[in-house]
């Protein structure tokens, strides 16, 4: 059972906040083994990547089978149907026509004091990108990482992905190939991180890592940063509806399901104005739990982290979306763009009972990596700007620096910085004299 | 003695190599013992910042005393000359100025499927600003940092400055008053960046921590990345001049000298398509060392890490700064705009030989928070950026989820997330009879 919370209880704050800071993660403590491996990685390259990837994913390979072949891809790729092959093109090309328009503009001015300033944005040169094996590899995360950083000009693009026994996702061949990727090796974990941080003979190092992995992986991202960028550590995926009664329960129910089928430690909330609707939401997940697929993962999602929350009004719903901010926000509202403006702390958000959350996931268009664990409070998604960097520009004219020059050399003075001023001082000197 | 380069060389590859790769930071690793300080200010708040700050800074504070008072912050204030003041606040009006430029706009757009899609940007609500005591306590780096985040619409914005044995640089203070800031505690290291992470009886937390530190402070930001945002991880200081014999070889010999004096880790490097005037330029170095108030530390970081690279032209000039991917680079060459379109690597470029680094320290508008050890390859200086975060969002119409939802459909299916299928199902459903 979800937890069901009223605002009008007396034991409401109480509850919301067992609710905000329920840890929901019990990540080991695999940083130890990840320094190791990085450590490991670093001192003996290729030869380590190999025995690793023995080990952990029980496949056998050689510095030439470490990425994929243009025909291993190609072989791979034509076991897509042409069905499945549409939809992915579609998701494509509408991920690109979004992120196309996130490209930020260079500026260029000149002040009063004639000092013309301005900055240049521009793409890394390399990026890798981590995908996940096994259940969770998902061809949709290839393209939302892929695209943004190809939109941004990246040239080099590699993927790492896990093949363990040799099982390989050819839709996820597909995407990197829709996406224009360069390369892709097949490995994973620790070791994949460390190789595309510092690279081996084989793998070329690249200076921003992006992409989702388990507990080991997160632990490597963290550690390799500041040596290239890394996106975010995400943490397990939440939804926030916030609907009334004017909606079907169970559209809301599989919005909220579709969730909670992600992982055990995925939370669903739904806040609503209306107890009875609130009610047949949750009755809802249950029949829909009855049949569904993953029903033992989202059934422990739903019943170990999931909650139904009765407000008073829409302002009190928006003020508990703030302070949740929830990565995936769902606004079921007969004004879902009046109450957006409200709603300010969110990774997505998703307007009216038409856009389902789903669509973003796929092919809405923005995406689908968002700030978890509350962490939309500081962060955004994945986009163009984490594959981009800006460097700033200033130029002074000489009558520049007599305006503005003095009161740097003050500034530098008191600061204890002496040839900071002498630097200004000297060209002053010249230029006065 | 720097080194002395020259790509005519055939040994210039093996030495530019070691430069690159030359560990300027000798870190001592105190992440277990700033773990444990982070865990007791989580666990006794309060009481631990104020044990932490008497065993540290020597100052015995209480929950009452631990940020300045008005009263306090006005009579230190007081003591700054009119000099000074009028100094930083034309520094502080310029920097506002360039950073009102940053502010991203929202974007909203319908295509052709009727999909409404866009982004809205938010500030952070709070955030923290950590400002270093004793020498490296800069009132500009004050600026630097907290009018970016007031540009950005930050709603609270705290420093936590440490005043060992109840010292404070009364500009420090001056700073964050130009700057808006509604708080000042006076406390630092790591229990500094705690308290502000996960909130302490008196010190409410914040979202967002930026501002350099020590190694402690260091490691603290890095280990509660994730619970709020941070800005980067900073290293030492590096400036890279790319000069013809067309300047005065004094005027570049200060500017080296300017990130000399910061650090003894920090790196000045001269490139110039002209042998002899490269001599000059050290010469000069050597003469001004003989009198420089911080010769000591000047000389120490020029000996050790600073060089002077010959190159057969521009062009390669450029190469090497892309690899080098400077913090600061100054282009003193017959056209610098031009020669900037090559140089993408770097966190600051000025241009012509009116404008030395120091006058973008200071007072040019541009942050001069940047990105140093090559992370220039990745990432970007300080911005307003860094205090907003972006919201996606997106409206479908019946008929937008009638054009795109079966593809959702069926990537749902080919991923095995049939709740996410069977969301855009149930509203296809009904939409289509």
Not at 58 to 85: G, H, W
Not at 217 to 231: E, H, P, S, T
Not at 253 to 263: G, P, R, T, V
């Amino acid at each position: 059972m979800p937890v069901f919370l009223d605002t009008i209880s007396a034991d409401f704050e109480t509850a919301f906040q067992a609710l905000l800071s329920a840890k929901r993660e019990d990540s080991p403590d695999v940083d130890v083994v990840v320094a190791q491996i990085i450590e490991d990685v670093r001192t003996r390259g290729d030869a380590a990547v190999i025995e690793l990837t023995a080990r952990f994913d029980r496949l056998d390979l050689t510095p030439e089978t470490m990425a994929f072949s243009a025909s291993e891809i190609a072989e791979a790729v034509n076991q897509v149907t042409e069905v499945e092959r549409t939809a992915l093109e579609l998701a494509a090309e509408r991920i690109r026509a979004y992120h196309e328009r996130q490209m930020p503009t260079d500026q260029e001015w000149t002040d009063a004091a004639g000092a013309t300033l301005g900055w240049r944005w521009s793409a890394v040169s390399a990026a890798g990108l981590y995908v996940p094996g096994g259940l969770a590899s998902y061809p949709s995360s290839v393209l939302m990482n892929a695209i943004p950083a190809k939109v941004a000009g990246v040239e080099r693009l590699a993927i790492a992905v896990p093949t363990p026994d040799g099982q390989v996702n050819p839709l996820v061949l597909l995407a990197a190939q829709l996406s224009g990727v360069d390369k892709i090796y097949r490995i994973g974990g620790a070791q994949a991180i460390a190789a595309l941080a510092y690279g081996t003979d084989t793998i070329a190092p690249v200076d921003k890592i992006t992409g989702p992995g388990n507990a080991f992986v997160a632990a490597a991202k963290r550690r390799v940063f500041g040596k290239v960028g890394i996106d975010m550590i995400a943490g397990p995926s939440e939804i926030l509806v916030i609907a009334d009664k004017d909606n079907d329960p169970d559209w809301i129910a599989l919005d909220l399901l579709s969730q909670a089928e992600h992982d055990e430690s995925a939370q669903s909330i739904l806040i609503t104005n209306d107890t009875e609707f609130g009610q047949a939401v949750a009755q809802a997940v249950e029949t829909r739990l009855e049949t569904l697929q993953r029903r033992a993962i989202a059934g422990a999602s739903w019943r170990d982290f999931g909650a139904v929350i009765t407000v008073r009004n829409l302002e009190e719903a928006a003020t508990l979306s703030n302070r949740i901010a929830p990565e995936h926000l769902e606004l079921c509202v007969a004004d879902p763009v009046a109450l957006s403006k409200h709603t300010i702390h969110a990774g997505a958000i998703f307007l009216g009972q038409y856009t389902p959350e789903a669509i973003g996931d796929y092919v809405g268009g923005p995406n689908h990596v968002l700030p978890t664990a509350r962490s939309a409070r500081f962060s955004s998604g994945l986009s163009v700007m984490d594959f981009l960097k800006r460097t700033t520009l200033s130029q002074m004219t000489p009558e520049a620096l007599r305006a503005i020059g003095p009161a740097a050399e003050i500034l530098a003075r008191s600061e204890s910085l002496e040839a900071h001023g002498l630097s200004v001082t000297a060209r002053l000197k010249r230029l006065n004299g």
